[in-house]
């Protein structure tokens, strides 16, 4: 459960709350592109190494995760 806390009206007050809600933002879309990259990995890894494949070695794991980073980002 969120706990509100009032803050005052002075300036430092008004900055933190622009700076929080900047915060919550950032970390809202953060977390909705993470949920994404987390649904396309198994699909590109199913594409790539077929369904029988149940694993990954690391060098193409980082490979494949770099990718998908770089495309979500351009």
Do not use: H, W
């Amino acid at each position: 459960m969120m706990t509100s806390f009032a803050l005052g009206d002075d300036p430092a007050a008004l900055y933190a709350r622009r700076f929080i809600e900047e915060l919550s933002g950032e970390f809202k879309r953060q977390t909705q592109k993470n949920a994404a990259l987390s649904l396309e990995v198994p699909r590109l890894k199913r594409g790539r190494f077929c369904r029988s494949s149940e694993s990954l070695d690391i060098l193409a794991g980082a490979r494949l995760t770099i990718a998908i980073v770089d495309r979500t980002e351009s």
